[in-house]
């Protein structure tokens, strides 16, 4: 039947009756057309897709969210549709405020949803943003709502949007004073029930997934106030081809000075870095980022074989027994481990954890491999992932509940062997930032608090995100002591016939360094990539006009890549002739590209390219005798210039305190301090809880442009000046003994 479906265009067209739609939408998944499918069945098919993806239970809402990996909670109560009703019923929601949807249309036909607290009153001037007036709209009525969102009136939702097949919604709006708050609360699909969801994750998650956008809007402004037009894709994107299903946008929604976390997440989603999946925490790395973490790995693993240091691959099972070997060790991961219980429907005998870390994992077979002095050094390292499941608020590369990392794990037969381990790596993991990612860092040591549980000390590189003002550990080298050869009986006979414990360092790298370089060098148009990394450094783009000879100039480009190629520089050709040269700048830019170059008829006549530089959008002509030579300086000179660009945001961040008021004020402003410090552990736990209880007290209007929440110490810096004679503990006045660097962190 499918076939003389398929056959018959006019029969298709004009009298396909319920039983064939049904059929078109069964196997509109699976149908193969030996050449492309004619247009009309497309359309049809994809139409039977957007029907059979349609939500309108609260069941199906459960699964949309899970699918898309959003936590959320529930919450049963007595029908609620006005706001006495949450009253009448005792509703009290965790964090949500309560929210009122409303659905508009105008005489288009098109249909606008806003969403904002109950006690918000809607003004007029609004409308004007979105191109219609007050006038001009009225409530849906009661038939537009089913038809269009599948919903009834008491019962209307933002999650119904994924019901809008014919996008006849033009615009999805809230109000000001919901972009201020972090959770959301909706109906689905029962006024019986809420469902209390994170902002972002409705935005960037939900509304992603069926390719819609939110904008941002006062919607209580007087008529007389001048209103912002709605935010909107760059021009490039609109001279993009549509995708098949109709799709061009491209651009950032969010500024990174006015919504810096929307703005990180935009970032790595539309510059294609990462998707998302069904487990919370859990993020894809697309080969864009993966890319990165290639070339990361490819260098530091050069550099520690100069060391000696050899790979190696250890399960990722831990046994109980295993892991709770080494109390404080085990104490310091707890709540992070998760742990295989199951299989199939059996019940183990003994539970099994998902490697945390490698100590106890490793250690046990170091006991065996190490017997004598001749046996030491013992060099490992593995390249492998983690799973750390107990937190509450994931961000992709900076927090997610698994991550790739390599960790290596050193004996030695003396302390001062094995501290210059701990330094040599660490100046490695600098390498790493500076040298690779363009990100100034700090080296230094950790607090006792802070260190590795179970370990002797712990040092580490520092950084901070001027954004959104928060220090990032970039990453550790630790100095074991003889803590876990002695739990684990790693002992050796030395020279003179004694058995010894060995001295053990352990140190870890994450993809988190990714997510760093993301928050420290992108910008308003989307990634900014350091070219040692970048997956392309240059991208040549043809510019074709209307008497070009396309063929001539798009050899001269494909020449130019091969010629780039062969000299060691990472190129690619943009030759597609599916969209415009002004959508693929778009394109490139949002993807970070360091240096773009366009070739045109001009170009090629003058035998130069145009080259335009993604940092910071300089354009000039390079001739191409002098193509190679040119364009490795300017991959270097970029580097520098991103690197010095970022060193002086990062030093004009970090301020000095001598005393708690000035020390409050400085964190307060987004900034690191640097104190005298006692070295208490005390101390240091009453900073944390009185900075948290402090910040708390900060007035509304201050805390949309200040930073709230508890201060942490991030390191003791190796380089500092020393304490001088006198000088005193900046919070309790004892005696100080060192500098340290304090801030609020990841």
């Keep these: 039947m499918l076939r003389s479906l398929v056959g018959s265009e006019m029969c298709i067209r004009d009298s396909i009756n319920a039983e064939y739609r049904g059929m078109i939408r069964h196997v509109a998944g699976s149908v193969r057309f030996k050449s492309a499918a004619p247009s009309w069945i497309l359309r049809l098919f994809s139409k039977a897709k957007m029907e059979a993806a349609k939500i309108t239970t609260r069941e199906q809402v459960h699964a949309k969210l899970k699918e898309l990996g959003i936590e959320f909670k529930e919450y049963e109560h007595g029908p609620c549709v006005k706001l006495e009703d949450y009253a009448t019923h005792q509703v009290k929601y965790d964090h949500a405020p309560f929210i009122k949807t409303y659905v508009y249309g105008d005489k288009k036909d098109n249909l606008y949803q806003i969403i904002a607290k109950y006690e918000t009153k809607l003004g007029k001037s609004f409308w004007k943003s979105l191109g219609t007036s007050g006038g001009n709209v009225r409530f849906a009525k009661e038939d537009v709502l089913s038809s269009v969102l599948n919903v009834q009136p008491g019962e209307v939702n933002p999650f119904s949007l994924a019901n809008d097949s014919g996008n006849k919604v033009k615009h999805f709006v809230y109000d000001a004073s919901l972009g201020k708050v972090e959770y959301w609360a909706f109906h689905p699909f029962n006024k ?13 998650k939900f509304l992603t997934s069926i390719n819609r956008t939110a904008q941002e809007i006062d919607l209580e402004a007087e008529e007389t106030a001048e209103q912002p037009k709605a935010k909107a894709a760059p021009k490039q994107a609109e001279e993009a081809k549509a995708d098949e299903e109709g799709h061009t946008k491209l651009g950032l929604d969010y500024k990174k000075s006015e919504n810096f976390s929307m703005w990180y997440t935009q970032v790595i989603l539309k510059s294609e870095m990462i998707e998302y999946y069904d487990v919370s925490g859990c993020y894809i790395l697309r080969p864009w980022a993966f890319a990165i973490w290639e070339h990361i790995q490819n260098n530091f693993d050069s550099w520690i074989k100069k060391l000696g240091v050899e790979n190696a691959y250890f399960p990722v099972f831990v046994s109980e027994r295993a892991l709770n070997k080494e109390k404080e060790h085990v104490e310091g991961f707890a709540p992070e481990v998760a742990w295989v219980t199951k299989y199939g429907t059996s019940t183990l005998k003994e539970p099994v954890a998902i490697r945390p870390t490698s100590e106890t994992i490793m250690y046990p077979a170091y006991s065996k491999w190490i017997t004598s002095h001749r046996d030491l050094p013992l060099k490992l390292n593995q390249w492998t992932n983690v799973v750390r499941w107990e937190f509450k608020h994931p961000t992709p590369f900076i927090r997610t509940r698994e991550f790739l990392w390599q960790e290596g794990h050193t004996a030695h037969a003396t302390k001062e062997e094995a501290d210059a381990q701990v330094f040599e790596i660490l100046d490695l993991y600098r390498r790493v930032y500076e040298d690779l990612l363009a990100v100034p860092v700090i080296k230094g040591i950790k607090s006792e608090t802070e260190k ?30 003889q803590n876990f050869s002695k739990m684990f009986e790693i002992s050796f ?12 360092t352990s140190w870890g790298m994450t993809t988190r360094s990714i997510g760093v370089m993301v928050l420290l060098h992108a910008d308003d148009k989307g990634l900014v990539l350091p070219p040692r990394v970048a997956k392309i450094q240059v991208v040549v783009v043809p510019v074709f006009f209307k008497d070009t000879n396309v063929e ?13 190629k062969e000299n060691g520089v990472r190129a690619h050709l943009d030759d597609r002739d599916n969209y415009s040269p002004g959508w693929k700048y778009n394109h490139w830019e949002l993807k970070g590209v360091p240096v773009r170059f366009e070739l045109g008829p001009k170009d090629l006549q003058n035998n130069q390219v145009r080259a335009v530089i993604r940092r910071d959008g300089s354009k000039f002509q390079i001739d191409r005798a002098n193509i190679i030579a040119e364009t490795k300086n300017l991959l270097e000179k970029i580097h520098k210039d991103m690197f010095l660009s970022v060193k002086e945001q990062l030093d004009n961040r970090r301020k000095q305190a001598a005393d708690w008021p000035t020390f409050m004020k400085e964190l307060n402003q987004n900034n690191v301090v640097l104190t005298p410090w006692c070295e208490s552990a005390e101390c240091e736990g009453k900073v944390k809880e009185r900075s948290g209880i402090e910040s708390k007290l900060i007035e509304a209007s201050e805390a949309e442009i200040q930073l709230t929440g508890s201060a942490k110490t991030l390191c003791i810096p190796l380089e500092q000046d020393p304490i001088k004679e006198g000088e005193v503990c ?11 660097l304090w801030g609020r962190s990841y």
């Design 192 to 204: 019986n029930f809420s469902i209390e969801l994170k902002r972002e994750d409705f935005i960037n």
């Design 452 to 481: 590795f549980a179970g370990g002797f000390y712990t040092t580490t590189v520092e950084t901070f995100s001027p954004g959104n003002g928060r220090g990032i550990q970039a990453a550790t080298s630790h100095q074991l002591g």
């Design 493 to 504: 006979e030395n020279e003179k016939k004694e058995r010894e414990f060995a001295w053990q």
């Design 552 to 564: 001539e100039l798009t050899n001269s480009a494909r020449l130019l890549v091969e010629q780039l």
């Design 730 to 740: 900046f919070h309790c006045g004892a005696p100080a003994k060192k500098r340290v």
